[in-house]
């Protein structure tokens, strides 16, 4: 079974621009989960979205938003970017949404390193 | 404000002895916790979690303790192997920040030397 896939996994763009960045989860998987890595935060939680509808949000401005297809492949953008937008994002999948009193396995892709100049 | 914290930003250890990881976290309302390892250039690798209702889990040679009352778990390894060597990241799941989400720690960069 082929693995969580992000592209592009590089990526160099400067501030005011505006970014897309795709993920394709597992065969199956209907949950997508984005993540920012940063050395000083570490893992941060952006979104998630379960059969194309934003089910769970972290504290990000709404220059962050999300989308999900009906194929469960899902797209990140981030508008108006600033240097502190530098970071690796995470995209992780899962066959069913985080919820309470249970936990589905998330599987994680390579990440996408994003450079603001 | 930090949910999950990881107040070890490196460790390092002999091959063959026991490596011990903490994580201390605030929010009582965490219902799973779970360890992920993320070698350079790859995502994070899920290895193990344990239930707010337990206190220990074992699965080869990782166990992962929990003490509810102090609000802080413990992943061990033993024995440690240089393969080991790699970031751990403690997470836990649960309502934060009004969504229910996957909260990370920083991170220990675990170093087992041969």
């Known amino acids: 079974k082929a693995g969580v896939t992000q592209t592009p996994r590089y990526l160099i763009k400067t501030r005011g621009q505006q970014v897309t960045l795709s993920c394709s989860p597992i065969?199956?998987?209907?949950?997508v989960s984005w993540y920012q890595q940063t050395p000083g935060q570490g893992l941060q939680f952006l979104f998630e979205?379960?059969?194309?509808?934003?089910?769970n949000k972290g504290n990000f401005p709404g220059r962050f938003s999300g989308r999900q297809f009906s194929n469960s492949r899902s797209e990140m953008n981030v508008s108006t970017l600033e240097l502190g937008d530098s970071a690796l994002y995470l995209c992780a999948s899962s066959s069913a949404p985080l919820a309470g009193g249970t936990y589905n396995e998330q599987f994680f892709g390579p990440g996408t390193r994003l450079t603001v100049l | 404000d930090q949910q999950v914290k990881q107040n070890s930003p490196s460790l390092s250890v002999q091959e063959g002895r026991i490596s011990i990881l903490n994580c201390d976290y605030t929010n009582s309302m965490f219902d799973y916790f779970l360890w992920y390892k993320k070698y350079p250039a790859e995502g994070p690798t899920f290895l193990i979690s344990?239930?707010?209702?337990?206190d220990k889990n074992e699965d080869g040679r990782f166990t992962v303790f929990l003490n509810k009352s102090a609000k802080h778990l413990s992943l061990h390894i033993v024995p440690s192997q240089p393969g080991d060597s790699a970031v751990y990241f403690c997470a836990a799941s649960g309502v934060g920040a009004g969504s229910y989400q996957l909260t990370f720690g920083k991170g220990t960069k675990l170093s087992v030397i041969p």
């Open positions: 979205y379960f059969s194309e509808t934003q089910r």
């Open positions: 065969s199956g998987h209907r949950s």
């Open positions: 344990i239930s707010s209702i337990k």
